[in-house]
């Protein structure tokens, strides 16, 4: 089984800021595998980032993900007040998909 | 745009059996989509639980394998879980999930499931 370690658990930041979100994997993932959710409370999760790097249908430009092999970054170059939430990677391998354990963007 | 959205009981007592039933509108799940299921007990985070292909094909997550069984119903655009010999560990919101490429794309609202006597 594939385990993803996201970091930091918490993030402080101010709008306006950029934020850096840190998914390591421990074993190497296909980037066409790897994507990147945003969840606010008491809301489903919403898809980002699908295939490392690809935005997802209506997702601001804001949002960019990078990596390959073990180490994946999303980035959000300015953070909006929207955007402070919990976000989770993802990684599909061998019939199967596992999660992060989340990030939490929080206002500073 | 397709919707999902999930129904079903919302207190299930321990040992016994959960089931829920995730609706599709505004699409057929007769697509070469997958569709899944995805469980967050309280404040924790996402757990990938099944998928199932409209011809039947499934797939499960190990861990919940011997407990689990996902099945589509595609005259009435749905698909279900079950979920056997429930603890409290199995207290959460229960969502279910189109998938797209490697990811699920769309998912419904999500229903909390407590197990407790």
Redesign the interface.
């Known amino acids: 089984e594939i385990v993803l370690t996201q970091s930091p658990g918490t993030l402080s930041l101010s709008p306006g800021e950029r934020a850096t979100l840190s998914c390591r994997a421990s074993q190497s993932v296909s980037s066409t595998y790897l994507a990147w959710y945003q969840q606010k409370p008491g809301q489903a999760p919403r898809l980002l980032i699908y295939g490392a790097s690809i935005r997802a249908t209506g997702i601001p430009d804001r949002f960019s993900g990078s990596g390959s092999g073990t180490d994946f970054t999303l980035t959000i170059s300015r953070l909006e007040p929207e955007d402070f939430a919990v976000y989770y990677c993802q990684q599909y391998d061998s019939f199967r998909y596992t999660f992060g354990q989340g990030t939490k963007v929080e206002i500073k | 745009q397709v919707q999902l959205q999930e129904s079903g009981p919302g207190l299930v007592k321990p040992s016994g059996t959960l089931s829920l039933t995730c609706a599709v509108s505004g699409g057929s799940v007769s697509t070469n989509n997958w569709w899944?299921w995805?469980r967050q007990p309280p404040g924790k985070?996402?757990?990938?639980i099944a998928e199932i292909h409209h011809t039947g094909v499934t797939?499960?997550?190990?861990s919940l394998k011997s407990r689990v069984t996902i099945s589509i119903d595609t005259s009435k655009s749905q698909f279900s879980l079950i979920l056997n010999s429930v603890t409290a560990a199995d207290t959460a919101v229960y969502?279910c999930?189109r998938n797209?490429?490697?990811?699920?794309?769309h998912?419904?609202?999500?229903t909390l499931v407590t197990v407790s006597s």
């Open positions: 899944s995805v985070g996402l757990e990938w797939n499960y997550n190990p969502y999930a797209g490429d490697y990811d699920q794309d998912w419904g609202q999500g």
